[in-house]
């Protein structure tokens, strides 16, 4: 098995909130909308997706109970501490909680972490180190 991910699919309790999070809020365009899961518009990208959360528990043989930390962590890095900055404004004002305000990392990049309306932590950062960052933008 490959270190790649075909696509990203986020279980949902509130399908509808989440796309007028990520569509209204940070300005994702919807590729596909299937009524029971939507996909982005991913310009080449792994697409991230979503589902309904007890749907897509079901699917893959678990329970869709759970709380707290996952574990889980999405990560989009970015060419500027500016572009964090913007980011989490964004984020933010499409109702985010920031969990951890944007400013300098003790590994000398910047960055700061958000989560959606559905609890999706989202890591934001930018590294002065080198040139081949996986760059999201």
């Given at each position: 098995?490959k270190?790649?991910?075909s696509?990203i699919?986020?279980g949902?309790?509130?399908?509808?909130?989440?796309k007028r999070?990520?569509?209204?809020?940070?300005?994702?365009k919807?590729?596909?909308?299937?009524g029971?899961?939507?996909?982005?518009?991913?310009?080449?990208?792994s697409p991230?997706g979503?589902?309904?959360?007890?749907?897509?528990?079901?699917q893959?043989?678990?329970?869709?109970e759970?709380?707290?930390?996952?574990?889980?962590?999405?990560?989009y890095?970015?060419?500027t501490?500016?572009?964090?900055?913007e980011i989490?404004?964004?984020?933010?004002k499409?109702?985010a909680?920031?969990l951890?305000?944007?400013g300098?990392?003790?590994?000398?990049?910047y960055?700061?972490?958000?989560?959606?309306?559905e609890g999706?932590?989202?890591?934001?950062?930018?590294s002065?180190h080198?040139?081949?960052q996986?760059?999201a933008?």
């Amino acid at each position: 098995m490959k270190a790649h991910v075909s696509a990203i699919l986020l279980g949902v309790r509130d399908l509808d909130r989440a796309k007028r999070f990520y569509t209204e809020g940070l300005g994702w365009k919807i590729k596909d909308d299937y009524g029971i899961s939507v996909f982005f518009a991913s310009d080449g990208a792994s697409p991230v997706g979503f589902y309904g959360r007890e749907g897509l528990a079901d699917q893959v043989g678990t329970s869709a109970e759970g709380s707290g930390f996952s574990g889980l962590v999405l990560t989009y890095v970015v060419r500027t501490e500016a572009r964090v900055d913007e980011i989490m404004a964004e984020a933010e004002k499409a109702g985010a909680t920031i969990l951890k305000p944007a400013g300098a990392l003790p590994w000398g990049g910047y960055g700061g972490t958000f989560a959606d309306p559905e609890g999706y932590i989202w890591s934001l950062g930018y590294s002065p180190h080198g040139t081949d960052q996986p760059y999201a933008e």
